[in-house]
């Protein structure tokens, strides 16, 4: 088709069946197909594969295994990656990896292909919720920022929070494209009273934290919160959807507390039932650049309680509340949300939440790559 661009986007740290980057991959090469371009995902597996989907053409190659991260790889095979890229002849390259793909943005330009780096984290908040003092991590930040933002035609940041560490650098070529969220499945309406009489008895407040159990998403914050809010006499109970390597110290340390863990739930809409069941959601992760499953919960109708350390009281805005990183914040962001009429809070939470269709992040990707539609997208 005439002017139709081969955009193949690479991405390392997918976990293996679901995840919000997993979801951003695969609702933008839906819309880039749909705009009459043709996506090529590649990312690592356990064994090759190449499929065809409605996001376009998936490649799988094997990638190692990082031990203690529940389930991610890495493309690592650095001249097999280059030897692919080579075949396909990229008219356009994304990468979702800011680290070991990071040599991907001189291969373009040698290749003369323009190519954009997408921020799904900082590396600043990455490197504190490790544990690296707040100097050390700056620094370390500033300088993997410098080099990223050099090597690529331009670097694609999700939220304001998520650029300003590329501005602090005086970076020129970093763009804003929010995510988006699936409005049809994610809906108030999938409320169902027998999917809460499941999780919760009558008269108490049914909380739900959708992440992944892994040291930098926090949900140790979580279990801290309902035992700060039980302590307070308010009948809490949390429902966990996630799995991740912190899952089994999670479960140990809840085992006095009214919090099940359902691990990975694989049905999106078995999900959005859960998340417009609940009333109101968790998000931790004092890191986070958008938080899909945050966004998921408002297109669901239940607020969320977020982070202040993380891009998510820009996405939320007053449709939840802000909290800091610990146990006793997060239980008082709660009683704050509950205090409110409860048809207020939940019709806020759809309103902010159609702020973001995916059709509008497919756009604004689409205008970082300088790649137009080339046929229309039905509404």
């Not at 994610?186 to 407040?205: F, L, M, N, W, Y």
Request: hydrophobic fraction near 45%.
């Amino acid at each position: 088709m005439s002017g139709a661009l081969r955009i193949v986007r690479l991405a390392n740290f997918v976990a293996p069946s679901s995840g919000g980057l997993r979801t951003a991959l695969r609702e933008l090469g839906t819309g880039y197909a749909a705009s009459g371009h043709e996506p090529v995902l590649i990312v690592p597996g356990e064994r090759f594969s190449d499929e065809e989907s409605t996001q376009g053409r998936v490649l799988t190659l094997p990638g190692a295994p990082l031990p203690g991260t529940g389930g991610y790889r890495v493309l690592a095979e650095r001249r097999r990656v280059e030897r692919l890229l080579e075949r396909l002849r990229p008219d356009r390259l994304e990468v979702s990896d800011r680290t070991t793909l990071r040599w991907t943005g001189e291969w373009a330009r040698r290749a003369r292909v323009p190519a954009v780096m997408v921020s799904h984290e900082t590396a600043h908040g990455v490197l504190r919720t490790w544990g690296v003092p707040e100097r050390a991590a700056r620094r370390a930040a500033d300088a993997l920022n410098s080099r990223t933002a050099h090597a690529y035609a331009r670097v694609v940041c999700t939220t304001e929070w998520a650029e300003r560490e590329f501005v602090r650098i005086g970076a020129r070529n970093a763009v804003r494209a929010p995510l988006g969220v699936d409005l049809v499945c994610c809906r108030p309406q999938v409320r169902d009273a027998a999917v809460r009489a499941r999780h919760a008895r009558g008269g108490e407040v049914l909380l739900v934290m959708c992440t992944r159990l892994s040291v930098e998403k926090r949900p140790g914050t979580g279990i801290a919160a309902v035992a700060a809010l039980r302590r307070a006499g308010l009948p809490v109970r949390l429902v966990v959807a996630g799995e991740g390597p912190l899952r089994a110290r999670l479960e140990q340390r809840a085992r006095r507390l009214p919090v099940t863990f359902l691990g990975h739930v694989a049905d999106r809409a078995e999900l959005a039932a859960l998340q417009a069941a609940a009333d109101v959601c968790l998000a931790p992760g004092p890191a986070e650049t958008f938080g899909l499953a945050a966004l998921e919960a408002l297109a669901c109708g239940t607020p969320v309680v977020v982070s202040g350390s993380s891009a998510l009281p820009e996405v939320v805005g007053a449709a939840g509340a802000v909290a800091g990183d610990s146990g006793p914040a997060f239980a008082e962001a709660v009683r704050e949300v509950l205090a409110r009429p409860a048809q207020e809070r939940r019709e806020a939470a759809r309103a902010r939440a159609e702020r973001f269709g995916w059709g509008a992040a497919v756009d604004a990707f689409l205008a970082a790559h300088e790649a137009p539609a080339v046929r229309e997208v039905a509404a």
